[in-house]
C-alpha cells in the first residue's frame, strides 16, 4: 500500500472506501475500493491531477465514461456510477478478478488454436455490440483484455473510446498501441468499426503465432509496415494453424479497406461457422506484391499466382495503364528515383509471376485431363477398388491379414462422437469405398475415421461465486458445444435477497456442480440481488437545532445532504427551517437536505441628527433665523371719564 497516496484511505461521496492502487494509465488511476452502499468491491478510475485542470482531458475522461456507460455485455467491464465534481472526478467500473490477455500469452507463449478461437469470438462479440452502440474502441490489444479464472474474457479500457459522431482522426491525437494499430490509424486517415476488426486480427494473429506481425526499431517504422508491409501467413510460423483460420485472420488483418471485413458481425459469423466445422476453408487470397510497397515480409507464393491467374488476366490492362500514370512521392522518405526504381522492379516481379502461373495452369490443366482419362489406356488388371470398412471395427480391420497386406491404415486426428457408431467402429474412409486405385508395389494408404462412441452427456459447471451473466454463458456454451446431443436446456434466473452475498453473484444453481446433465434440463441459477432495502419515515426535523436534527436522523439510518443551506431567519442560529421529504418513506441511507437559520439579519445602526452649535466644517457659515421686528398689537387701554363736563 502507498500511504503517500491521497486517495487511499479515504471515503468518495461519502460511499466508496479507497483501500489500494492497482493501476494506472495514461489519462487516470485505477484503485480497489468497496461500495458501503452495496457491500461489494468494486474499481475506481480517477482522472489524474495534472490533467484535472485541462478542459480537453476532462471532456476526453467524461465522453470515455459516456460512452462505456452505454455498453451492457458479458465480454465487456461494466460501468457502475460516474462521478464529477469540482475536486475529483471518477467513474466506478466492476472489479474485475485475472490477467490480460498479454500476460497470459507472455506465460504461456504459443497458444493452441482452439483457445485462440475462444478468446477471439468473444472479442469480437464485444466489439460488435460496441459498434452497435455506435462506439469504437480504437485501441484493441492484449493489454486491455482481462482473462477471468472460468476462462472467459471482457475488453477494458474504453479510455481512448469515441462516439462515432464526436472521433478524431490521428492525425490530431496518437492513440493506441503501435503494434496493434490499423494501417488508417497509421496513416492518421478517417477511422471507422474497421479499424477493431484489423486490431482484433492482429491479437489473433499474436496467439496463434507467439508473434507480433510486425517488428521494428522505432515505433514509426512499425507503423509504416502497418501501412505498406505483408506478414509472414500463420501457418508459415505454426503449421498447426488450420487453413480456415488462418484465412479469417488475414481477412480481418487486411490492409486494404474494401477488402477487410466490413463489420464485427461478419467476423463473428465466419468463427463461428469455422468453430461448428474446422475443415471450413474461406478462400482468403492474400494481396499480390504490387498492391503493397517494396517492404515486404515475405514473398508472394506461387500458389496464389495459381488462385489469381485468371483474375490477373482480366486485369492485365488496367494493370498497364497504371504505369502510365505519374509516380508521386510515397511515404516512407522514398525519394522519386528510389520509388520508380523500386515499383519497376515490383512491376517485374509481377510480370515473371504472371508468365509462370500461365505454365502452372497449363500443366495443371494437362494433368487434369491425364488424370480423366488415363485409365483408358491401362489394362483393368493394374486397378483395385478400395474395399469398404464403414461399419467394422477397427480392431478387426488393422489385424485382418488380407487388409494388412493391401492397405497403409491410419487413424484420423479428428475422429469424433457419434449417435449411429459404437466407440471402435469405423464411420468414414478416405479414400471412399470403390475408389480405383493403381496396384503398385507399396500399399494403398486409407485413413480411418473411427467413433469414440457415444458422446457422453456434460455436467454441471461450479458457478457459485461468480457474475450471473458469465453463469448463464457458460451454460449457453454447453448448449453450443454439445450441439449433436440437442440438449434442448432452458436456463431460468432467479433473482433474490442477500446480506451475505456480493450483488449480481451465483449464489447456487439447480443442478448443482459436477452434476450430470440431461435432455430438456431447466438450469435455475439462483443470484444474488444484496441485500434488502429498507425503508423508513422521515422525520419532521424543523425547529431541531443542527446537532439534534443530525441525531434524529442517523437514528432512523439517514443522512444530511450537502452542503446544508443556511437562510437568514428570526429564529436562533443553527435552528433547522426546513427539511426534505418529511413524511415520506425513503430506503435507509437515503440523503435528506436542510435549510437552517443562519440568526437573524443584523439591525442597522440610526441615522445621527447634525447639531446646528457644533463647529461647521471650514467653508460653512450658519446663521440663525431672523427675530421678527414688528411686535403684537397692546391692548387698548380705555379712556377715562371727564368729571364735571357737561358734555
Not at 61 to 66: A, D, P, R
Not at 407 to 436: C, H, L, M, N, W
Not at 556 to 574: H, N, V
Not at 591 to 600: D, K
Request: hydrophobic share 40%; net charge negative.
Amino acid at each position: 500500500m502507498d500511504l503517500n497516496d491521497k486517495y487511499i484511505g479515504k471515503l468518495l461521496d461519502n460511499r466508496y472506501e479507497i483501500l489500494e492502487k492497482i493501476g494506472a494509465g495514461g489519462m487516470a488511476v485505477v484503485y480497489k475500493a468497496r461500495c458501503h452502499r452495496l457491500n461489494r468491491l468494486v474499481a475506481v478510475k480517477i482522472l489524474k491531477e495534472e490533467l484535472a485542470g485541462d478542459e480537453d482531458f476532462r471532456r476526453r475522461f467524461h465522453t470515455e465514461s459516456q460512452a462505456v456507460a452505454m455498453l451492457s455485455h458479458p465480454n465487456i467491464v461494466a460501468v457502475y456510477d460516474v462521478s464529477k465534481t469540482p475536486r475529483v472526478d471518477y467513474i466506478v467500473m466492476e472489479l474485475i478478478e485475472g490477467i490480460t490477455l498479454k500476460q497470459y500469452i507472455n506465460r504461456k507463449g504459443l497458444l493452441s488454436w482452439k483457445e485462440a478461437l475462444h478468446f477471439s469470438i468473444q472479442i469480437a462479440k464485444a466489439i460488435a455490440h460496441a459498434h452497435s452502440k455506435g462506439i469504437i474502441h480504437r485501441d484493441i490489444k492484449p493489454h486491455n483484455i482481462m482473462i477471468l479464472k472460468d476462462g472467459s474474457i471482457k475488453v477494458a479500457d474504453f479510455g481512448i473510446a469515441r462516439l462515432i459522431s464526436n472521433q478524431n482522426t490521428l492525425a490530431q491525437e496518437s492513440l493506441g498501441s503501435v503494434h496493434y494499430i490499423s494501417p488508417e490509424q497509421a496513416k492518421g486517415g478517417h477511422v471507422d468499426v474497421r479499424t477493431d476488426i484489423y486490431s482484433l486480427g492482429v491479437v489473433m494473429y499474436e496467439m496463434l503465432t507467439s508473434r507480433l506481425p510486425f517488428i521494428g526499431d522505432s515505433p514509426v517504422s512499425v507503423a509504416i509496415q502497418h501501412i505498406s508491409s505483408i506478414p509472414l501467413m500463420p501457418r508459415d510460423i505454426n503449421p498447426d494453424v488450420p487453413q480456415g483460420l488462418e484465412d479469417i485472420t488475414m481477412h480481418a488483418m487486411e490492409s486494404r479497406l474494401r477488402a477487410r471485413y466490413a463489420t464485427a458481425e461478419e467476423l463473428l459469423r465466419d468463427l463461428e461457422e469455422f468453430r461448428k466445422n474446422p475443415a471450413a476453408v474461406f478462400r482468403y487470397a492474400p494481396p499480390a506484391a504490387e498492391s503493397r510497397a517494396i517492404d515486404e515480409t515475405r514473398p508472394v507464393p506461387a500458389e496464389l499466382a495459381l488462385a489469381k491467374s485468371a483474375e490477373a488476366m482480366k486485369q492485365a490492362a488496367p494493370a498497364r495503364r497504371e504505369r502510365a500514370l505519374p509516380l508521386r512521392p510515397r511515404r516512407g522518405g522514398l525519394s522519386r528515383e528510389e520509388y520508380k526504381r523500386a515499383r519497376g522492379a515490383s512491376f517485374s516481379t509481377a510480370s515473371l509471376i504472371a508468365v509462370a502461373a500461365v505454365i502452372v495452369l497449363a500443366v495443371g490443366a494437362l494433368l487434369f485431363i491425364w488424370g480423366s482419362v488415363k485409365d483408358w489406356f491401362a489394362p483393368d488388371d493394374n486397378y483395385v477398388s478400395v474395399a469398404s470398412f464403414v461399419g467394422m471395427p477397427y480392431d478387426e480391420v488393422r489385424f485382418e491379414e488380407e487388409y494388412v497386406r493391401m492397405y497403409e491404415f491410419s487413424i484420423a486426428v479428428d475422429s469424433t462422437y457419434s449417435d449411429e457408431y459404437d466407440e471402435g467402429v469405423i464411420y468414414a474412409q478416405t479414400p471412399k469405398a470403390d475408389t480405383r486405385e493403381m496396384l503398385t508395389d507399396e500399399r494403398i494408404e486409407v485413413t480411418l475415421y473411427v467413433s469414440q462412441g457415444k458422446r457422453p452427456m456434460p455436467r454441471m459447471p461450479d458457478l457459485t461465486g461468480q457474475d450471473y451473466r458469465v453463469a448463464e454463458n457458460a451454460v449457453k456454451r454447453i448448449k453450443t458445444e454439445y450441439a449433436e446431443l440437442n440438449l434442448e436446456l432452458e436456463i431460468v434466473m432467479q433473482p433474490v435477497k442477500s446480506d451475505s452475498v456480493t450483488r449480481d453473484l451465483v449464489i447456487e444453481t439447480v443442478p448443482s456442480a459436477d452434476e450430470l446433465m440431461t435432455k430438456n434440463m431447466t438450469v435455475y441459477i439462483t443470484y444474488s440481488e444484496g441485500p434488502e432495502i429498507k425503508k423508513v419515515e422521515v422525520p419532521n426535523v424543523e425547529g431541531l437545532t443542527l446537532s439534534a436534527a443530525r441525531l434524529e436522523l442517523e437514528s432512523k439510518k439517514l443522512t444530511i445532504g450537502l452542503p446544508i443551506e443556511y437562510k437568514e431567519s428570526e429564529a436562533a442560529y443553527d435552528t433547522v427551517l426546513y427539511n426534505t421529504q418529511k413524511g415520506e418513506l425513503v430506503p435507509e441511507h437515503t440523503e435528506i437536505f436542510l435549510q437552517v437559520s443562519s440568526g437573524p439579519p443584523e439591525t442597522p445602526e440610526p441615522t445621527k441628527t447634525p447639531d446646528p452649535t457644533e463647529t461647521e466644517p471650514p467653508g460653512v457659515t450658519y446663521e440663525p433665523p431672523e427675530t421678527p421686528t414688528e411686535m403684537p398689537p397692546a391692548t387698548p387701554t380705555p379712556p377715562e371719564e371727564t368729571a364735571g363736563t357737561g358734555e
